[in-house]
């Protein structure tokens, strides 16, 4: 109960708006975020069915049946394992009410009709989206080189001379360790804390 009426003093309509971080506690997405991981809201769109809630580790999209219903569906989108894409910004027109923001994120597609009057925030949203796909890019690249100098070191260790067993189990704890780190830590990225406050004003 205290949640719709927090909706209706934020003046919603089927068009969202940008939620001011004042007013972050008053959203369902709230209730859903790991903030004993340190998960935090950096940016949030809510109109009276959707909430598109962007963490620094996720996006979660709480999806209203209707706006006058109070199902909901929680999906959440982790950053490390969903690649954001195809970002953009479509302009409203002169008696358009509203301006849409396009993206990607994993095989969902979305277009958010927000107000147009919030142009300047959805700029910012924009950037951070625009950067982190770029630093998945990056860390896609990265995995991929990983797994091509394993098929090297692999090789290598082939063409070496009669390996022992205990030999040949080191090397297999050592590739594998080496793997793992550099495939699911230092190229994996989870947190995008840093991004969304270097673009992202107010």
């Not at 550099?182 to 406050?197: G, K, N, S």
């Given at each position: 109960?205290?949640?719709?009426?927090?909706?209706?003093?934020?003046?919603?309509?089927?068009?969202?708006?940008?939620?001011?971080?004042?007013?972050?506690?008053?959203?369902?997405?709230?209730?859903?975020?790991?903030?004993?991981?340190?998960?935090?809201?950096?940016?949030?769109?809510?109109?009276?069915?959707?909430?598109?809630?962007?963490?620094?580790?996720?996006?979660?999209?709480?999806?209203?049946?209707?706006?006058?219903?109070s199902k909901r569906?929680?999906?959440?989108?982790?950053?490390?394992?969903?690649?954001?894409?195809?970002?953009?910004?479509?302009?409203?027109?002169?008696?358009?009410?509203?301006?849409?923001?396009?993206?990607?994120?994993?095989?969902?597609?979305?277009?958010?009709?927000?107000?147009?009057?919030?142009?300047?925030?959805?700029?910012?949203?924009?950037?951070?989206?625009?950067?982190?796909?770029?630093?998945?890019?990056?860390?896609?690249?990265?995995?991929?080189?990983?797994?091509?100098?394993?098929?090297?070191?692999?090789?290598?260790?082939?063409?070496?001379?009669?390996?022992?067993?205990?030999?040949?189990?080191?090397?297999?704890?050592?590739?594998?360790?080496?793997?793992?780190?550099?495939?699911?830590?230092?190229?994996?990225?989870?947190?995008?804390?840093d991004v969304f406050?270097?673009?992202?004003?107010?």
């Amino acid at each position: 109960m205290f949640k719709k009426l927090a909706a209706e003093a934020l003046g919603l309509s089927d068009i969202g708006v940008i939620v001011n971080r004042a007013d972050y506690d008053k959203v369902d997405a709230d209730d859903y975020l790991f903030h004993e991981d340190g998960e935090q809201i950096v940016f949030l769109i809510k109109s009276k069915k959707d909430e598109y809630c962007f963490t620094n580790l996720a996006l979660i999209h709480v999806d209203g049946d209707s706006a006058v219903s109070s199902k909901r569906k929680i999906v959440r989108y982790e950053y490390a394992r969903h690649r954001i894409g195809y970002v953009g910004i479509e302009t409203a027109g002169t008696m358009d009410m509203d301006i849409e923001l396009k993206f990607s994120i994993g095989d969902q597609h979305f277009s958010i009709d927000i107000r147009k009057d919030f142009i300047e925030a959805l700029k910012d949203i924009y950037k951070a989206l625009t950067r982190i796909s770029s630093l998945q890019h990056q860390d896609e690249v990265a995995r991929h080189n990983a797994m091509q100098t394993l098929g090297a070191v692999s090789n290598m260790f082939r063409a070496s001379q009669n390996p022992t067993p205990e030999q040949v189990n080191a090397t297999f704890d050592a590739v594998l360790s080496n793997l793992n780190e550099t495939v699911l830590v230092r190229h994996t990225r989870r947190d995008f804390a840093d991004v969304f406050e270097r673009y992202i004003r107010g």
